[in-house]
């Protein structure tokens, strides 16, 4: 049935138009057929990111997009993003480039980006910085539950450091703090950030017309903050995510949450070296448009509360899309 189907869609010639008269009859996380002119792709359900980057680089138009399950509203979602038209050796002589090229000014880009300040657990006197946060209000940070530290105090952060890179703004301390499903902690600070240091919380609409998604935070060495980076990650199908999140965490669902996948994961194998972590709430997602503004989309979901070396290995994002979230922030605190 499907070489019968390519066979016509063959001989529709060279324009797209014919995508739209094939239909499968594919569940979820089925491989889609092989078709001319159509990219590598997987039957899905969410996939707006990843068609819009296609439709932004005119591989794909609406009309292009081929429907896998009609009755389940799925799709063939491309497996990868659009790749630039170039030969192989070129491709890869741009990802070489792309890998050498400064990173761009993070205080400019991601300006509502901070750590927090934990003491040190052995010493005593000394501090240290581990986690992200989010500067959603002028007093408040939104982070990770798992960063909260809960009953623990040693484990529980004390200021707020605002910025990725020095010089780091003025440090504040933190007074208070606020729990939504037992998954994302707003930490009330004493005193108040300026209104360039706020992050602008995606819309939907934000996010379904997004470029790309990158991740932005903090490399770790054994635990601690060493450098910011900013990694680009796809989004999965919700149903392929199937991993394991942190006990105290409530249920996860699509609804609530963003399965993600890096892309080009850089793996270290040294001993010592500063591993870029996505998990435990090291790292926050971003939705990049095409004049380069960002827009906060999610915070990481801790699935284990480690940093992860695999290029291959997803996780979870706290959606800052849900309006429940969204009400949790804006609220009375």
């Not at 980057?53 to 491309?78: F, I, W």
């Not at 501090?127 to 940070?141: G, L, M, Q, S, T």
């Not at 270290?268 to 090291?282: F, Y």
């Amino acid at each position: 049935m499907w070489r019968f189907l390519m066979l016509l869609a063959a001989i529709g010639g060279h324009c797209r138009t014919w995508a739209v008269k094939l239909e499968f009859a594919l569940n979820e996380g089925h491989a889609c057929p092989e078709m001319p002119n159509y990219p590598e792709s997987t039957c899905r359900r969410e996939c707006s990111v990843v068609i819009q980057s296609h439709m932004l680089r005119n591989t794909l138009t609406h009309d292009s997009v081929v429907h896998c399950n009609v009755a389940e509203e799925l799709v063939c979602c491309p497996n990868h993003p659009p790749q630039h038209p170039f030969s192989h050796q070129l491709q890869a002589l741009t990802h070489a480039a792309a890998d050498s090229d400064p990173q761009p000014d993070a205080q400019q880009m991601y300006p509502h980006m901070a750590s927090l300040r934990y003491l040190h657990p052995v010493t005593l006197d000394s501090y240290i910085y581990r986690c992200a946060a989010v500067v959603v209000k002028p007093n408040f940070v939104l982070t990770s539950a798992y960063c909260a530290g809960w009953e623990d105090i040693i484990q529980q952060p004390n200021r707020v450091r605002l910025g990725l890179v020095p010089p780091f703004q003025e440090q504040l301390a933190i007074n208070g703090s606020y729990n939504y499903n037992s998954d994302l902690v707003l930490l009330r600070l004493t005193r108040t950030y300026s209104s360039e240091a706020l992050a602008k919380i995606c819309s939907q609409q934000d996010w379904d017309s997004s470029r790309k998604l990158m991740a932005v935070g903090f490399a770790q060495r054994n635990g601690v903050n060493c450098e910011w980076f900013a990694q680009e990650v796809s989004l999965r199908a919700f149903g392929t995510c199937n991993i394991t999140v942190w006990s105290r965490m409530r249920s996860v669902q699509d609804q609530t949450h963003f399965c993600v996948q890096p892309i080009h994961m850089p793996v270290t194998s040294r001993s010592g070296a500063c591993v870029r972590c996505l998990r435990a709430g090291a790292s926050v997602l971003h939705a990049i448009h095409a004049d380069g503004s960002a827009c906060v989309a999610g915070v990481a979901t801790p699935t284990g509360g480690k940093c992860y070396r695999s290029g291959n290995a997803s996780l979870y994002y706290t959606s800052l899309v849900n309006g429940h979230v969204l009400d949790f922030i804006n609220g009375s605190h």
